[in-house]
């Protein structure tokens, strides 16, 4: 037989305390004093003693609880996004729910189902690819929606946040070809995703306008290993390129991967600049100059628009754009006094899917 669960009116019998002193130390509700509050917690620690939300949540009418849905959990960045997310819900008094779509649009549904049956108070989430989930649309005239990163431009039902992406390849593109590079290599993801898209303009917009070319572009996907094969496998059926610019810190990843299985330095043999600038880019011989997002600044304006809406702010849908940094380190080459640089043979260039 199963053990008998314990309730709050065992938890505040062996705390010698009422069970509406419990019911104020686990919703923060009132405040309660340091002394009660360690007996509390120390009582209900002794009886395994969980908060029944659901219950909580019938009896008041209210929820204290947020969905958080990302494509994939294994992408720094968006583990990152969701760390930040759930210290500032905690702050006001929220707890957050998070899943994973993995990229796959039909579990993307069924995770969005999963998460509104919690009956939210209200819903960050990150769409697989430019197509918004019809169920997002369906439920934002009941519920707080606000859409982040994979927005393709505005959104008519909900807050939108992001960065400029055109920005941030032209500012990466800009920083080459100031250090004398012209044949560049974009490691991309997805080319079916907006912000992807957008990057690749931003790098173009610059290139063509020095060189009257664009950069050639590969897709990698967004598995590291797959991608480091995959840019591997490019490496050995074309030209070598002076310089490579990747767009997510998984493609960042798998190209580092990729030239250590062919024993090419960074940056005497060629130059890389990554995405999403984190610690291990730094932490290495060679540090990598990275495009920054601003992480913290996407979250907190996320949750900022989300506890507007959930408190009542009806203005019409705003889209955000936020802006990148670039942090230079050493892996690009200076070719820019290099009088011998190596030629670049003419291509045509492979226009972006949707221009």
């Known amino acids: 037989m199963a053990p008998k669960r314990s309730t709050i009116k065992d938890v505040a019998k062996r705390a010698g305390v009422s069970t509406a002193t419990v019911s104020n130390v686990f919703s923060g509700s009132k405040p309660v004093n340091a002394e009660l509050r360690e007996r509390v917690e120390g009582a209900a620690r002794a009886l ?28 720094v960045f968006f583990t990152s996004l969701v760390s930040r997310l759930e210290v500032r819900a905690q702050e006001d008094g929220y707890d957050v729910i998070v899943a994973s779509s993995r990229d796959n ?31 997002l649309a369906d439920e934002a ?40 590079h012209r044949d560049v290599v974009i490691a991309a993801s997805h080319l079916s995703f907006a912000p992807i898209r957008e990057r690749v303009r931003g790098a173009d917009s610059v290139l ?47 190209v580092l991967s990729a030239l250590a299985a062919r024993r090419i330095d960074l940056p005497e043999q060629i130059s890389l600049i990554g995405f999403d600038d984190y610690a291990w880019m730094s932490a290495r011989k060679t540090a990598l100059t990275a495009v920054r997002q601003p992480v913290d600044a996407m979250a907190g304006m996320l949750w900022d628009r989300l506890k507007a809406r959930i408190g009542g702010d009806d203005s019409p849908p705003r889209r955000i754009e936020l802006n990148t940094s670039l942090q230079v380190r050493d892996s690009v080459r200076d070719l820019s006094m290099t009088a011998n640089a190596r030629p670049v043979l003419p291509r045509k260039h492979a226009p972006v899917p949707g221009e």
């Open 208 to 254: 063509f306008g020095e060189f009257g070319e664009g950069a050639r572009v590969v897709e990698l996907g967004s598995n590291s290993d797959r991608g480091a094969d995959i840019f591997a496998d490019w490496l050995d059926r074309n030209a070598r390129p002076t310089a490579i610019l990747a767009l997510t810190n998984v493609t960042t990843l798998a």
């Open 48 to 75: 395994s003693y969980h908060v029944d939300r659901a219950a909580s949540q019938l009896r008041s009418g209210q929820t204290k609880v947020v969905g958080v849905l990302v494509p994939d959990l294994d992408d």
């Open 141 to 180: 005239h009941r519920l707080p929606i606000v859409l982040a990163d994979r927005v393709a431009g505005i959104s008519t039902f909900a807050d939108a946040v992001t960065i400029d992406n055109h920005e941030a390849g032209a500012m990466a593109a800009s920083h080459l070809v100031a250090l004398g």
């Open 105 to 135: 649009p039909e579990l993307e549904r069924s995770r969005l189902r999963a998460l509104l049956g919690w009956r939210p108070s209200g819903l960050i989430a990150v769409p697989n690819n430019d197509e918004i989930p019809q169920i």
